[in-house]
């Protein structure tokens, strides 16, 4: 794999490391600014719309600027959102840095799946996404865990610092590493919007906002559910947290190798999985070695979903991949808000702690039902040649 893809992780590990350290250190950031818990909660809220929001925004403003300098200018604008968290005087500051931070999350990952998938072969494309998604899987297993440990201990301001300087490496990576592809030749505003006429693009986005937002319909609620229904301690959460982000890990790694071999048997296979167990997690739940288990499961799963799911996007948007491939990172997170809702709603509705994990099971189950309606109607249409300009060749290193 080319080197360019490690400067790709590393900002991806940046990425990830800020957008969940934040809820472990809720508490202490209230306290500092005298708000609530669930004030302090906008945070994470703000976070996931500024994502939604950015992931299409960024880009269009990108269209005119060639791929290597549009992620150094998203790495310096994260760098600046988390650097301004760190030194917020209110909370309302702290508010803006981390909308700030959060319009480059989904361009970055977009653009960096385009970049990604152009550096190697055509066969090589998905593996060579999820090396860039592995910066964000490590970054559950060591990102988040060691950034709570040290706002914890010295101090949150500190651990938006060390983000901040991670952005910085990101940056310099990006810089010496990414080779300065060119712009692809007449790719404008008009051409990228049109890959949205594509019902298979709009059907690979439904797929990641029901797929991966199953994943968060129980994710969401695994500190009460392991503390009230498996008899967990509140300590124990932590590594729970970890075991979920190894199994991200592992699961990307597997979408990735698989998803270049067989894309579609690999969607089955995974949101079906993910369906059966997420179900299977009502029942588990009540036993600690078994939730456990079904937690680091549930977290391949559906990280198994993420490399075949983006390369889709990729191939059907054709020449002009890079805003499909944005929006398409805006749909995991608009998932996540998505299922995070329906959850809370079946808890609030007294069905108990275990409820969220049916409402995962049904929105995997309509991801694997939406892929299989998917390859069905590529099977009976012709043929068709793209409607945009095709993607230069591939750079090899």
């Not at 934040?22 to 909660?41: K, N, Q, R, W």
């Not at 300590?235 to 067989?262: E, I, K, S």
């Not at 995070?340 to 509705?349: E, M, P, Q």
């Amino acid at each position: 794999m080319p080197l360019a893809l490690l400067a790709l992780a590393i900002g991806a590990f940046g990425i990830g490391t800020t957008e969940f350290v934040v809820m472990g250190l809720l508490p202490e950031i209230a306290g500092d600014y005298g708000v609530s818990i669930p004030t302090a909660g906008l945070l994470v809220t703000g976070y996931a719309v500024g994502v939604v929001l950015g992931a299409p925004l960024m880009t269009v403003l990108g269209t005119r600027t060639g791929r290597k300098t549009m992620l150094m200018l998203l790495m310096g604008l994260f760098t600046v959102g988390n650097l301004l968290s760190a030194l917020a005087p209110s909370f309302g500051v702290m508010l803006a840095g981390r909308i700030v931070a959060s319009l480059a999350h989904g361009a970055f990952f977009g653009i960096g799946s385009v970049v990604a998938a152009d550096l190697v072969a055509p066969d090589r494309k998905a593996g060579a996404i999820a090396t860039m998604f592995t910066g964000l899987t490590v970054a559950n297993i060591v990102g988040v865990p060691l950034g709570t440990f040290i706002g914890q201990a010295v101090g949150w301001r500190t651990t938006f610092g060390v983000v901040a300087v991670l952005g910085v490496v990101g940056l310099l990576g990006i810089a010496r590493l990414v080779p300065d592809l060119p712009r692809p030749e007449g790719a404008h505003l008009r051409r990228e919007l049109a890959a949205f006429r594509n019902v298979q693009v709009v059907l690979a986005m439904a797929m990641t906002v029901l797929g991966f937002g199953g994943v968060f319909a129980a994710i969401t609620y695994i500190a009460p559910m392991m503390t009230h229904v498996a008899g967990y301690s509140d300590g124990a959460v932590t590594w729970l947290l970890v075991l979920f982000g190894v199994g991200m890990f592992l699961g990307n790694l597997v979408g990735g190798r698989f998803a270049d071999r067989r894309l579609m048997p690999m969607l089955y296979a995974s949101l079906g999985g993910l369906a059966v167990v997420l179900a299977l997690f009502t029942f588990t739940a009540h036993h600690k070695i078994l939730a456990a288990v079904t937690i680091l499961l549930v977290g391949a799963l559906g990280f198994a979903t993420v490399p075949p799911l983006q390369k889709r996007v990729l191939d059907q948007a054709h020449g002009a991949p890079t805003l499909a491939s944005a929006v398409n990172i805006g749909a995991f997170n608009l998932g996540n808000a998505l299922s995070a809702w329906l959850g809370g709603i079946v808890i609030a509705a007294g069905l108990g702690y275990t409820a969220p994990n049916w409402v995962g099971a049904v929105l995997a189950a309509a991801a694997l039902a939406l892929a299989l309606w998917s390859a069905a109607l590529e099977r009976r249409s012709p043929a068709r040649e793209p409607v945009v300009a095709a993607v230069p060749a591939p750079v090899h290193q």
